[in-house]
């Protein structure tokens, strides 16, 4: 017969170790060529869900010749840290001066299932115009894969995972529990 104990710290240590990866999802790195425009002009970003389930697209790490925001919506942070934006109807109309690379992570977490899907885009503006629709994009839909579309100008590739510190906690925590179990064990 199985001891309680036994049962019990193995069931702890088997949550410990997945807590933290419930909710993870795809992680990209973006790059936006602007060599071909010159003078200022605009990156706007774009997340939009049609369903009731919420998810977060989270933002980090930005490179490139940002200026003031022109306009936001479901937006918290800003290209100086990390930025937060909700399947809610999120967008961010940023000033940039034309001319270089810009690039960014991006990371999305939210309800595996019962969501109608998710698009993530990136637009070139000047002025009240679009330079580029569409210069990158990705769709996230229940059960699939998800779908990267990328212009002449874009360039999206999955980035390395890069653990969480919750995560990081929850796998130092699992391996206390084991260790601990095996150090009892062993008496």
Do not use: C
Request: hydrophobic residues 45%; aromatic residues 10%; without cysteine.
């Amino acid at each position: 017969m199985m001891n309680f104990k036994t049962l019990f710290s193995r069931a702890l240590l088997a949550l410990a170790l997945v807590s933290g990866s419930v909710f993870a999802g795809p992680m990209y790195h973006v790059s936006i060529s602007t060599k071909s425009f010159s003078g200022d002009g605009g990156l706007e970003l774009t997340y939009a869900g049609a369903g009731a389930d919420l998810s977060t697209a989270t933002l980090s790490n930005f490179g490139g010749a940002f200026g003031d925001v022109l306009d936001a919506s479901g937006v918290t942070g800003g290209v100086d840290g990390t930025l937060s934006m909700s399947s809610a109807q999120s967008w961010l109309w940023q000033a940039v001066t034309f001319g270089g690379l810009f690039s960014f992570d991006i990371a999305f977490d939210g309800p595996s299932s019962g969501f109608d899907g998710t698009t993530f885009a990136v637009n070139l503006t000047q002025g009240q115009d679009y330079l580029v629709a569409g210069a990158a994009q990705i769709d996230l839909l229940p059960g699939a894969e998800p779908v990267v579309t990328a212009g002449d100008i874009a360039l999206v590739t999955p980035a390395a995972d890069v653990p969480e510190p919750s995560t990081l906690l929850s796998v130092f925590t699992g391996i206390g529990l084991l260790g601990f179990t095996l150090r009892r064990r062993a008496r």
